[in-house]
């Protein structure tokens, strides 16, 4: 079956020169953003057609779009943020990058429509510090060819309208993805949660009303309006319309970003990735980012790439980072690896990720150091259980997970080194 | 639904009380069910870090932080369920993974948060095995010792630093497990509420390092107890063991000091056991002092007051002696026919007596500071003179306020002030008399025409609900204070704010009442004609001083001055400690008890008479000062002189001034004329927020302290230039008669054409008062 | 509950920031300041600490980060506090070519450790760890989101795919 490709976020990718203003509008860009300015679209039209086209947020979570900008109190007096979350950094995934650097004016169109709709006029991209190669010069010349142009700024094309785009460059912390955390280090502090309630949207950047959402989500914006909101919804299966890029790494052929539709069976999108690498056997793959359970292969070769059939098979859609994993694969290795990656990213506020991500990572190293005991495996996974659901954010949660699901999933790996000092039930069994 | 309205929650089968925008925590610890908490506390904001307030709401699916979790209509809360409880022991369980072993080392085993919510919330037996983290201590200065292994990151301490001590300090550096609590870079901490902290820290991170290792809390009394230093009269636990006073922490008053104390009270315990305690009374023979007991002593002081003829009698009494001390002082010198009694020891101008206030105090209740709109501070460098109160004025300009200063130095706040007139001492008078223009009111004939700071003040002023004017310590010791006052009384009144005075000791408003003064009896009965006030007793020399609780080359005014008349007169001291000066110079030397050794009452100034019982021994043969007092009352041959309990003299000093209530309306002014001299040089003087009394200057961990002062004297870039001084250099200063010598310290702060130079410090005793010409040289 | 939005603490404002730094750092600065509302200088504080680190070659100094306290109103610990919390602030010198080796899942399961050895060996450093003559250092760090091209690594601004040792060869070889 052939699916078709690049259909809304990257859709100028195949475009020389992909990334330009003048690229970009003859793709039928900034056409809506003219349109809305024009005052012909209203900001209410605009949510609930964002609303009807089920767009979820991809940048993790996959909270409904339109619901999180009914939030804003659109008309309430004072200064309004909406900002992009273009901090990515979740293992495995990698397709906001090509969004910024091949179509960072979709972003653009996409952030101004999104302003409108929630009543703010001044937006920030936080875009992490490692993508000063590529992504924020190519972001930062975008953004100054629609100032050249008229596009942004004050009195947009003699209208009434206002929106002032900036570039806020990070430098270095996986947990400024979250959405509280990227207010924090927006307001010049370490990128620490906040608790929610209250929500960004009635006390956000500054105190001020905000909206935070995922590059992916901003840049399919403007395709949603131009086409249609029953476009987009029918791209999809029920309750995950659209289409959504997937970041396909690991053991895999032809690695890299695909946009494809929503609900794509897994087998069909292993297929167009080429495979295995060498023709092995697949043995498990994490869907969604390194944060979402793993899931055997067999279970998922016969799953959807969406938001219902990836949950019912225990695991969830997540960033659509998919990490194929091949059977030479060590379970445990890679769970240690995991587990290392939440230690060094916890913020360090709450108390059971702080010391509990420390504390499973040293369980999971003495078992592949060899020192290993039998109420280890146990214990791993109570420790888990105390973090999951006790933190102010999810990065307890999203450590908690791995261990959970990687210990129901392959739980005689985790056996079999303990018993044997160590080694790799893979590498000894082949 | 409106802030007022309430309605009803359930928490643990209970029908609680609750109003929009409570957290679950204030409602449940309002009704004493018991949540475990580390990172909440009711005077910070709210953090929800630590994870210990997890209980079970209904219908959400994960526990909840009480502290973070605002109460709704006919929410139902299980604070005990197996929910919760599970939450509770998990966090309680990965906070002791780390945490080390040290509780019979530490000192806050036995008042530890974290031992009592570990045997009430925690599980039984831990099951980590892995190696325990372990940080590496700073030394953030001589008050508070650090263990920060220990630390749990609650970051009360961090949030205390912005919120409450207006400075930030401590942060939490790093990230993930990384995460240190620290300065980051080592150095003395400098808030001058930086021992809040020891309170706030649940565990045995921060502790107090004078008394360090000490005392185990079990072995510990506790007692109320008022700080003695200024006039807030902040409430304190005293902490005792065997008799002696191991400690000092707040005792939470919401209307005075809320949860916190000075690092000057909680420390300055250490001063009752200086090795310079007077421990015995002793008097002068031929030229030397000895030691006698008592009855021989009281027998030598009371020959001596009924030798000296009445009137050639003066008294110079502690602005924070007690109120029974102040008022058997005052009963006494008037039964032998002295009106020459004062207490305002460090005022710089008397002109005024006659137009004093029927009983000045602060004009508002100290809670009120907090929700002034407008504040100006006329001579004070309140933050280090009544940290507390300027803890309220603080509070007030976070909420919006506008915080307006006319200083003699551009004084370091720890919050923004919207306007600061800083000038040369000289030129007070004419700056707040500008104020005075703006508004329109009487500027004494002091020619001034408003420039737009003082349109700014005014308007402010006028713009403001609830406001004041206070006039410090500064604006106090100047020579025109009579000045200051008549002019600040005036803008009050115009801009319909309350005028206020923050007094110089902790009971000034006790010595008032007592009728400490030479113009008012007890009750504030007039006295015509006036005896001496506190500066003519030193001018015009006396035959017999008697000085209460003074260290008189570091308490009065003039020192200089002091030293002459006190030096050729006979001299009988009351006191608790000996100073080189007293024993060269003393005849008759009485010890007296200090704080927490004797009963008595403080009158704050709001007006609230706090009183405490003695709860440490005096060394030695040390009595308390009252009892001094009544026996040489009895021995002199006065009636009414037979009480048995301070609390008698108390009684009757307060049925006594029952018509007397706190009032700051002054009279007119006679003499205008300014008095300040301008000079080359002006001297700018002020007591050090740990030279304001002998208790504080032997308290040898605040000397320490970055506040403490160092022997500097202080000038800015283009002053040092012109007196081709460079930082350090050595600099010598003639005032009067005498002179000393003194570091240089470049600070612009200072205005052009003054020093800034403390009274009661080392150095000072040669020279005279607080403001004046000088003259200034390299040394 | 206490949720200020604005700073609370008073800071002796710098009367010395023209001496701070040099002009076209300040500039750099002033605009990463003019995006943010006023009284909000804070913001530009981790793009002031990027842009300060590289201009001394790579790594924060204590002085340094006082004198972006300074020109920002800050108290001296928030800044510390910014700087210890961010993974790409260097607190010691890197080379003069800093080599961020991703070593999480996806580049760890498509021989990232391989690469790590090679690089060990070329260079004689490990992790954490400069050249003597101060032209390379070696950094281990997580996902740097090139997923697509793992293994991969990062040198300065540069990100490098598909590595192979004989491809991390040709990288070294053409860096000054």
Not at chain 2, 81 to 91: D, H, N, V, W
Not at chain 2, 301 to 308: C, I, V
Not at chain 3, 129 to 142: M, N
């Amino acid at each position: 079956m052939t699916y078709q490709r690049n259909l809304v976020s990257l859709n100028t990718l195949n475009e020389d020169r992909s990334w330009e203003l003048a690229t970009y509008e003859r793709c039928g860009g900034y056409t809506v953003w003219r349109q809305v300015i024009a005052g012909e679209i209203s900001p209410k039209e605009i949510v609930d057609a964002i609303k009807d086209s089920g767009l979820r947020g991809r940048g993790g979570a996959g909270f409904p779009t339109g619901l999180k900008w009914s939030f804003m109190p659109r008309s309430a007096a004072g200064q309004k943020y909406i900002i992009c979350n273009s901090d990515e950094s979740e293992p495995g995934t990698c397709h906001d990058r090509d969004i910024l650097r091949y179509n960072p004016h979709a972003l653009i169109e996409g952030m101004a429509i999104a302003g409108y709709a929630t009543g703010a006029d001044v937006g920030y991209n936080y875009i992490r510090g490692e993508f000063m190669d590529e992504p924020v010069p190519r972001f930062e010349a975008a953004v100054k060819e629609a100032y050249d142009a008229g596009l942004l700024g004050k009195r947009i094309l003699g209208s009434g309208v206002d929106f002032d785009l900036h570039t806020f460059v990070g430098a270095g912390a996986y947990i400024c993805g979250e959405e509280t955390a990227l207010l924090e280090s927006l307001e010049g502090k370490p990128g620490k949660p906040r608790f929610k309630p209250p929500f960004p949207a009635s006390y956000g950047l500054y105190g001020r009303p905000t909206t935070i959402n995922n590059t992916q989500t901003l840049a399919s914006v403007p395709m949603i309006l131009r086409k249609g909101a029953k476009w987009y919804a029918g791209l999809g299966p029920e309750g995950s319309g659209g289409t959504a890029l997937f970041s396909v790494s690991g053991h895999i052929e032809k690695p890299g970003n695909y946009e494809l539709p929503m609900g794509i069976p897994f087998k069909d999108l292993l297929e167009i990735c080429g495979g295995i690498l060498g023709g092995r056997q697949l043995k498990a793959v994490i869907p969604g980012g390194s944060s979402v359970p793993v899931l055997p292969g067999e279970l998922i070769m016969s799953c959807t790439m969406d938001y219902a059939s990836l949950q019912q098979a225990g695991s969830s859609f997540g960033t659509g980072a998919v990490i194929v994993m091949a059977d030479t694969t060590c379970m445990v290795r890679v769970l240690q690896r995991i587990s290392r990656f939440y230690m060094s990213e916890s913020c360090g506020q709450c108390t059971p990720c702080r010391e509990g991500t420390g504390w499973l990572y040293r369980m999971l190293t003495r078992i592949v150091d060899g020192k290993g005991r039998e109420e280890d495996l146990e214990l791993l996974l109570e420790v888990a259980n105390r973090i999951e659901g006790r933190t102010i954010c999810a990065l307890g949660d999203a450590a908690a997970w791995p261990v959970q699901s990687f210990l129901k999933h392959f739980y005689q790996e985790f056996e079999y080194m303990v018993r044997n000092e160590g080694r790799s039930m893979v590498i000894e069994t082949g | 639904m409106t802030e007022d309205q309430t309605f009803t929650i359930e928490v643990d089968g209970q029908q609680l009380e609750a109003r929009p925008g409570q957290m679950l925590i204030e409602v449940t610890d309002a009704a004493g069910i018991n949540v475990p908490r580390f990172c909440y506390h009711k005077h910070l904001s709210v953090a929800a870090n630590c994870r210990m307030c997890l209980v079970e709401v209904e219908k959400a699916p994960k526990p909840l932080p009480a502290c973070a979790t605002p109460v709704m209509n006919g929410m139902k809360v299980f604070t005990r369920s197996p929910l919760a409880r599970e939450a509770q022991k998990g966090t309680m369980e990965f906070l002791l993974i780390n945490h080390p072993l040290d509780c019979p080392i530490c000192d806050q085993g036995g008042e530890c948060e974290l031992q009592d919510v570990a045997m009430g919330y925690g599980g039984d037996i831990s099951r980590f095995t892995e190696r325990k983290r372990v940080v590496r201590d700073e030394d953030i200065g001589s008050l508070i010792a650090t263990d920060m292994t220990r630390c749990i990151h609650c970051t009360r301490c961090v949030r205390f630093g912005g919120e409450i001590a207006g400075l930030r300090e401590l942060g939490a550096t790093g990230r993930g497990e990384h995460l240190r609590i620290g300065l980051y870079i080592e150095h003395a901490v400098a808030s001058e509420l930086s021992g809040n902290v020891i309170d706030l820290c649940p565990v045995g991170a921060l502790t107090a390092k004078p008394s360090a290792y000490q005392a185990r809390s079990w072995e510990l009394s506790e007692y109320d107890g008022v700080a003695p230093h200024d006039g807030l009269g902040s409430n304190l636990h005293l902490h005792v063991r065997r008799n002696r006073l191991m400690r000092v922490v707040p005792r939470e008053n919401e209307d005075v000091n809320q949860t916190w104390i000075s690092d000057r009270d909680r420390f300055s315990y250490q001063g009752l056991y200086s090795d310079d305690r007077l421990q015995r009374p002793m008097l002068r023979e031929n030229g030397k002092l000895r030691e006698a007991d008592w009855q021989e002593a009281l027998m030598a002081a009371a020959r001596a007051l009924k030798d000296a003829s009445g009137a050639r009698i003066g008294a110079l009494i502690s602005p924070s002696a007690t109120l029974e001390e102040h008022y058997l002082a005052t009963r006494l010198l008037r039964a032998l026919g002295s009106n020459n009694i004062d207490h305002r020891l460090r005022q710089g101008d008397f002109r005024g007596d006659a137009a004093d206030p029927a009983l000045p105090w602060l004009g508002q209740r100290i809670a009120d500071f907090s929700n002034n709109q407008a504040t100006l501070l006329v001579g004070s460098w309140l933050r280090k003179d009544q940290p507390m109160l300027n803890h309220r004025v603080r509070q007030s300009q976070i909420d919006g306020a506008l915080v307006m200063a006319i200083n003699p130095v551009a004084y370091d706040f720890n919050y923004e002030l919207d306007v600061d007139i800083v000038c040369i001492p000289s030129a007070m008078t004419k700056e707040l008399a500008g104020v005075a223009a703006a508004l329109g009111v009487d500027t004494l004939g002091i020619e001034a025409v408003p420039d737009p700071a003082h349109h700014g003040i005014a308007d402010s002023l006028k713009s403001a609900a609830q406001g004041t004017v206070l006039l410090g310590n500064a604006a106090t010791m100047h020579p025109d204070f009579s000045l200051l006052r008549a002019l600040a009384s005036g803008i009050a009144a115009a801009a319909g704010v309350t005028l206020g005075f923050v007094g110089s000791g902790s009971n000034d408003c006790g010595a008032w009442m007592a009728g400490a003064v030479p113009h008012r009896d007890t009750g504030g009965k007039a006295i015509a004609p006036p005896g001496l006030d506190a500066a003519a007793m030193l001018e015009q020399p006396l035959d017999l001083y008697l000085t209460f609780g003074v260290e008189p080359e570091m308490d009065v005014a003039e020192p200089a001055r002091m030293a002459a008349a006190l030096g050729a007169a006979q001299l009988l001291a009351i006191g608790s400690h000996t100073s080189p000066w007293l024993l060269e110079h003393a005849d008759i030397l009485l010890p007296a008890a200090a704080y927490a050794e004797t009963s008595g009452t403080f009158v704050n100034i709001e007006g609230n008479a706090q009183s405490f019982r003695g709860v440490a021994a005096p060394p030695g043969e040390t009595r308390p000062g009252w009892k001094i007092l009544r026996v040489l009352g009895n021995l002199v041959g006065l009636d009414g002189f037979d009480y048995a309990e301070s609390t008698e003299v108390r009684d009757e000093v307060l049925a006594a001034c029952a018509d007397l209530a706190p009032d700051n309306r002054i009279g007119d002014l006679q003499d205008r004329k300014p008095k300040s001299a301008p000079g080359e040089w002006e001297r700018v003087g002020g007591v050090p927020i740990y030279a304001v009394d002998a208790l504080s200057r032997r308290a040898h961990a605040l000397q320490l302290t970055p506040d403490a002062w160092g022997g500097e004297l202080r000038l800015n870039t283009a002053a040092a230039a012109a007196l081709d001084l460079g930082e350090a250099a050595a600099v010598r200063v003639a005032q009067g008669e005498g002179s000393a010598e003194f570091e240089v310290r470049i600070d612009d702060a200072v205005p052009d054409g003054c020093i800034w130079l403390p009274t009661a410090v080392p150095g000072s005793e040669a020279l005279g008062a607080a403001f004046g010409p000088v003259a200034v040289e390299k040394a | 509950m206490s949720m200020r939005s604005q700073p609370m603490v008073r800071v002796e404002k710098c009367e010395h920031k023209e001496a701070l730094f040099t002009p076209e750092v300040r500039a750099e600065i002033d605009a990463w300041v003019a995006k943010y509302p006023e009284r909000w200088q804070q913001s530009a504080c981790m793009p002031a600490l990027t842009i300060v680190q590289d201009m001394n070659g790579g790594h924060l100094t204590r002085e340094l980060m006082d004198q972006v306290a300074d020109y920002l109103d800050m108290p001296p610990i928030s800044v510390y506090e910014v700087a210890t919390f961010y993974s790409m602030y260097e607190h010691r010198p890197v080379g003069r070519h800093k080599i961020c080796l991703c070593t999480n899942v996806s580049c760890m399961i498509n021989g990232s450790d391989g690469i790590l050895e090679h690089l060990s060996n070329r260079l004689g450093i490990g992790f954490g760890q400069v050249t003597s003559d101060g032209k390379f250092s070696l950094k281990e760090v997580e996902c740097l989101a090139a997923c697509g091209g793992a293994p991969m690594m990062q040198i300065g601004h540069n990100y490098y795919e598909n590595l192979t040792p004989e491809l991390v060869d040709q990288i070294l070889d053409g860096l000054e």
